[in-house]
Nanobody, 119 residues
């Protein structure tokens, strides 16, 4: 199996910064795309950022210019640097990764980490 462990969430004031991490472990041959989603209370889960194995990135319009996704392939870890945080960024943040195990591609989810932006 594959386990994803997220960390770095917490309470931060508006305008502040946080850095989320998500480390994958287990039966992994290779990791392709890695993503961060978020789900605010009462809302649908939305894609925040994506990074391909080669480092190509995509962002939702709501976070473009404020958030930065990166990855360390030697550690099977993806990061989300969040700057200039706003109250509307409050949500549970989940990582999602595409994992190759043998010849099978599957995606896995972390359990989520809470980010609260409030004064």
């Amino acid at each position: 199996q594959v386990q994803l462990v997220e960390s770095g969430g917490g309470l931060v004031q508006p305008g502040g910064s946080l850095r989320l991490s998500c480390a994958a472990s287990g039966s992994i041959s290779s990791i392709y795309a890695m993503r961060w989603y978020r789900q605010a209370s009462g809302k649908q889960r939305e894609l925040v950022a994506r990074i391909g194995r080669g480092g190509d990135t995509n962002y939702s319009d709501s976070v473009k210019g404020r958030f930065s996704i990166s990855r360390d392939n030697t550690k099977n870890t993806v990061y989300l640097q969040m700057n200039s945080l706003k109250p509307e960024d409050t949500a549970v943040y989940y990582c999602n990764v595409d994992v190759i195990r043998g010849v099978t591609l599957s995606d896995f989810w972390g359990r989520g980490t809470q980010v609260t932006v409030s004064s």
